[in-house]
């Protein structure tokens, strides 16, 4: 795997974060807020509820991967852990129970989003731990402020 995963993927990788999760944070905001409050007829408030913890988590780890700081990484590492898990909890259950989950961010793996909520999270914790970056949030620098696209 180390082969395939060379400093330039693994730069592509950051930059393909720093542009998904602010938009995803934004999409499944808006997403969670027009079915929350804007959307006639929405009685079971469940899904856009989890399209609102979605995206919750998408801003925190947004947040979280741009301060290099030893606690930004736990915090990333947890938010990109729990978006794992509650992808492949919520896809799951949206094919097995489709009208207990509904169309949240999630279901079907994120299928109206590109399946992008599947896949960012496992490309996440890729770069999170890939050692030069974990590097970049452990090591005491005068710039602990760096760039996505560092690697």
């Known amino acids: 795997m180390r082969t395939?995963?060379?400093p330039q993927v693994i730069r592509a990788i950051g930059q393909i974060l720093a542009v998904s999760y602010p938009l995803l944070a934004l999409s499944a905001g808006a997403r969670a807020v027009y079915q929350l409050f804007f959307k006639p007829g929405v009685t079971d408030h469940f899904p856009p509820t989890l399209?609102?913890?979605a995206a919750a988590i998408y801003l925190?780890?947004?947040v979280a991967f741009v301060n290099r700081k030893p606690w930004a990484w736990w915090v990333s590492v947890g938010a990109l852990s729990f978006e794992?898990?509650?992808v492949l909890l919520?896809?799951?259950l949206s094919l097995v129970l489709p009208e207990v989950i509904g169309r949240t961010v999630w279901h079907?793996?994120?299928i109206d989003y590109?399946?992008?909520p599947l896949v960012q999270p496992l490309l996440g914790l890729v770069w999170l731990f890939w050692p030069e970056n974990r590097k970049l949030f452990f090591k005491p620098s005068e710039s602990n402020h760096s760039q996505f696209s560092h690697s």
């Open 108 to 110: 079907d793996f994120g």
């Open 114 to 116: 590109g399946f992008l």
């Open 84 to 86: 794992m898990v509650g």
């Open 60 to 62: 925190v780890a947004t």
């Open 51 to 53: 399209s609102a913890v």
């Open 90 to 92: 919520v896809g799951t």
């Open 4 to 6: 395939l995963l060379t």
